[in-house]
């Protein structure tokens, strides 16, 4: 089975800040994808990044950047000049390796984005 | 970008209505569509996996009486909640995924807020 852990229910960062958001992962799969969503209070789901488990390099997007440390099965989200738009939860999800790709969620993080 | 268009958006009615949800994939095939459930300032929990053409796959405690499930083309699936019930009340988002690629990720619905008075 596989498990996401966020650490961190709500978070808080200065704007142009750089701040990080911690996900942990646990699966016996050898291959796996790691997924990182935004959701404003609104609901929708905005998909941010992904990080295939085979990845030698950090996945980046923009502003976001994926910083992968498979030993440590830690797959950070680091945001970069925060934007008070970026207020939102935040969901780390992992892919496991059938067919369907179905996605486990971690618990969230709120971040707030502070002028 | 991958679309995918979940309709309705808000849906309040009385207790014992059957309420549907529709999801499609506006611009690509989606084999598989997941129906997930979310209360406030929770994470997602996966209902079922919609598969085009055969019957869902339901996670374990959800009730398959309750929740109907179709998929009847490659870019619809529709979730019905049957006689409904104020604890039915909730957050139910859809997401799908296209084929073309192992990498690719799922793309979400806006949602469908559900209240049952």
């Known amino acids: 089975a596989q498990k996401i852990t966020q650490t961190q229910p709500g978070m808080f960062v200065q704007e142009k800040e750089a701040v990080t958001l911690d996900c942990t992962y646990d699966?016996?799969?050898?291959?796996?994808?790691l997924f990182w969503y935004k959701q404003p209070s609104s609901g929708e789901m905005i998909f941010l990044i992904y990080?295939?488990?085979?990845?030698?390099q950090n996945a980046t997007e923009g502003r976001y950047s994926l910083n992968f440390q498979k030993a440590r099965k830690s797959a950070n989200l680091v945001i970069s000049a925060s934007q008070l738009g970026d207020s939102a939860m935040y969901f780390c999800?992992?892919?496991?390796?059938?067919?369907?790709?179905?996605?486990?969620f971690g618990s969230g993080t709120q971040l707030t984005v502070l002028p | 970008g991958a679309v995918v268009s979940q309709h309705p958006s808000r849906v309040i009615c009385k207790s014992g209505t059957s309420v549907k949800i529709e999801c499609r994939s506006l611009?690509?095939?989606?084999?598989?569509m997941f129906w997930y459930r979310q209360f406030p300032k929770k994470s997602l929990m996966l209902m079922a996996t919609?598969?085009?053409?055969?019957?869902?796959?339901?996670e374990q405690g959800v009730e398959k009486d309750k929740f109907l499930i179709n998929h009847a083309s490659l870019t619809l699936s529709t979730l019905t909640v049957t006689s409904a019930h104020p604890e039915d009340s909730s957050f139910y988002i859809c997401?799908?995924?296209?084929?073309?690629?192992?990498?690719?990720?799922?793309?979400f619905g806006d949602g469908t807020r559900l209240s049952i008075l």
């Open positions: 997401s799908a995924r296209d084929w073309g690629s192992s990498n690719q990720p799922q793309h």
């Open positions: 699966t016996s799969d050898q291959s796996y994808g």
């Open positions: 990080q295939g488990s085979y990845d030698e």
């Open positions: 999800a992992m892919s496991d390796s059938g067919s369907a790709r179905q996605l486990t």
């Open positions: 611009d690509f095939q989606a084999t598989t």
């Open positions: 919609s598969n085009e053409g055969s019957k869902a796959t339901y």
